[in-house]
């Protein structure tokens, strides 16, 4: 609607520029209203909810949870906690991301491709669970277990794609390179890795979103220490005022790493190429 | 001359080709997972580890029914564990479908609504099922409640963000046209805004289906006393490999099955109508569009979800 108003009236710019600006401004104003109405609405029905409808024993408010919060850093088992579960993510889903991407690069051979196609679309389907139980009775609770859950729920997610990013790539310069006899290992490095790029971000943002989950899941069934771990410890004690703080708290850092560092991260590594990648 | 040794030498040539097409690996790798299975088999110490042919035996005996086990208080077997968790999949799908549809459309449809219940939406995708099965469990007992609940919270956002993006792409010109033709209201929204949701409302039901199927098997482990993830649950609880892995098998060849036989079908059926461009094809271009444009936007968790999930939609399509 707003380009279209602009595009047809050229002639009296200043002042259709003003009542677009004061549009605009009011639509920020309106958004912002409603997403603080939001905020307020959620959090107030949980509060009510909370010692009314159930127990406050079972389902703490938000306010019980932001006093239990300090309780938990005294505690001194909080920084170990997330220390574990970062380590545990990062071995995992930092082997899994590796094999995804060499993985998803060496689709554009036919061959590997036939070969490993069953394989994502089995890691795609299957529930990480099943791996995490797979992974208890063949190794027990030795590294291998976990290492392997994480793996086999998140390698195709950064594998499926990069293969998105392989099918997209531009086919005249492959074509143009191989005409020239430019090698294989050449061709990756300088025309294939670089085009890639943004897939591997996109592809490493959405691998944690899961990878956290997986490696959670993993530390409830084999592990004496990390945040799934603890959640279990304080559900099994009906202690459900520090399972949600535990929860709660590393929800908001991994959604923080997710959105924030993640994200900046990206954007600093493609400024250059902000055209492009519209 | 020529042909003597072009002779012999066509026939390798033509072993060659079999042996490099995509198909022959493919079928290569069931093979391959075998290979490595007994390399683990030979190489670690445990005295649980199965062998192939004992998972496949007890598989073939819950199959048959002629392993006798009889899973805790309730007299219930493969199928019938399957029956039930079916049955709460489906009515939890069906729940976040509805809800989900409605919550979408109002969100595309009007910005207020989007901003808010944006922010939560989101937090609801990010949340680990984990959770809800914990909490649920505890909630609301090892009842029905529980597993159903966790399937639409965890498929609900699938839902909410395929729609909410299927009416935002809807094509402005055609809205603006039916509007300056007089064209009544339900006649738009079953000719201009449902078939340009399709694809997109496809996808949701796609995503959430597979998400709540995941969340399902959690919350059966921790908060139910029957259906498949309890089972497997049961069979670890037992110190029985070969269950465990009998049983997720079951899950992989259900999950495939139930992608390839009825997704895929369903896809085919859905999108007859639009003839020259391929269905997936074209989502995935839609996905793609709206993709690289969120390299530069905040809200990218949601279009990588789709990326992933048009993908897999594709890699399932090729096989």
């Known amino acids: ?278 | 001359m020529t042909t003597v040794v072009a002779k012999p030498a066509s026939p390798s040539r033509g072993v060659k080709r079999v042996l490099k097409s995509p198909l022959t690996a493919r079928i290569l790798f069931p093979f391959a997972v075998l290979g490595v299975w007994y390399l683990i088999y030979y190489t670690i110490d445990s005295r649980i580890f199965p062998t192939p042919q004992q998972v496949l035996e007890f598989m073939w005996e819950e199959v048959t029914l002629t392993s006798g086990v009889r899973y805790g208080s309730v007299v219930s077997n493969l199928y019938g564990m399957f029956a039930i968790s079916l049955a709460r999949l489906t009515v939890g799908f069906f729940i976040a479908l509805g809800i989900g549809t409605v919550v979408g459309l109002a969100m595309g449809l009007s910005k207020s609504v989007d901003a808010f219940f944006h922010d939560w939406v989101m937090a609801i995708l990010a949340m680990p099922a984990l959770v809800w099965a914990l909490f649920l469990g505890l909630a609301f007992g090892f009842g029905h409640e529980a597993p159903v609940l966790t399937v639409i919270l965890s498929g609900i956002p699938f839902v909410i963000i395929n729609v909410r993006e299927g009416v935002r792409n809807t094509p402005k010109e055609l809205f603006d046209m039916a509007r300056a033709f007089d064209v009544p209201q339900n006649k738009i929204t079953r000719h201009v805004l449902l078939p340009a949701l399709l694809p997109f409302f496809f996808a949701a039901i796609r995503y959430a289906y597979a998400i709540g199927w995941k969340g399902l098997v959690i919350a059966e482990v921790f908060g139910s006393d029957r259906g498949m993830g309890w089972t497997i649950k049961f069979w670890y609880d037992a110190h029985r490999a070969h269950g465990v892995i009998g049983y997720a098998l079951f899950f992989i060849i259900f999950a495939l099955a139930l992608e390839k036989l009825v997704f895929d079908r369903l896809a085919d059926r859905a999108f007859r109508w639009r003839p020259k461009i391929d269905a997936v094809e074209m989502a995935e271009g839609d996905f793609g569009a709206v993709r690289s444009e969120a390299f530069l936007l905040t809200e990218s968790q949601e279009v990588g979800d789709g990326v992933a999930l048009t993908s897999m939609e594709g890699e399932s399509r090729d096989g």
């Not at chain 1, 997986?214 to 945040?227: W, Y």
């Open chain 1, 1 to 278: 609607m707003a380009t279209t108003l602009e595009q047809s009236a050229p002639g009296a710019r200043s002042a259709e520029e003003e009542r677009l600006l004061a549009l605009r401004k009011r639509d920020t104003r309106r958004k912002w209203f409603w997403r603080i109405a939001g905020y307020v609405v959620v959090l107030g029905v949980w509060e009510f909810l909370s010692g009314r409808l159930l127990s406050e024993n079972l389902l703490p408010g938000p306010t019980r949870i932001v006093e239990t919060f300090p309780q938990l850093i005294e505690n001194g088992r909080f920084f170990s906690s997330f220390g574990a579960t970062l380590t545990r993510i990062g071995v995992g889903f930092g082997l899994a991301f590796l094999f995804g991407i060499i993985l998803g690069i060496l689709t554009q051979n036919r061959w590997i491709d036939g070969f490993f196609k069953d394989a994502t679309t089995i890691s795609l389907t299957s529930p990480g669970l099943i791996w995490a139980l797979v992974g208890l009775v063949i190794w027990g609770f030795e590294p291998q277990g976990w290492i392997f859950a994480i793996f086999m729920t998140t390698f195709a997610l950064v594998t499926v794609n990069i293969a998105e990013g392989i099918r997209a790539l531009p086919k005249d310069l492959i074509d143009m390179s191989k005409a020239f006899g430019v090698s294989t290992s050449r061709r990756q490095r300088e025309i294939v890795i670089p085009f890639l790029a943004p897939f591997i971000f996109t592809a490493l943002r959405f691998g944690f979103s899961i990878g956290w989950k997986v490696t959670v899941l993993t530390e409830v069934f084999s592990s004496n220490e990390g945040i799934g771990f603890e959640m279990r410890v304080a559900s099994q004690l009906f202690r459900m005022d520090e399972f949600f703080t535990w929860v709660l708290s590393f929800f908001v850092f991994a959604l923080f790493l997710e959105k924030v560092v993640l994200q900046r991260y990206e954007d600093k590594f493609f400024r250059w190429r902000a055209e492009v990648g519209r």
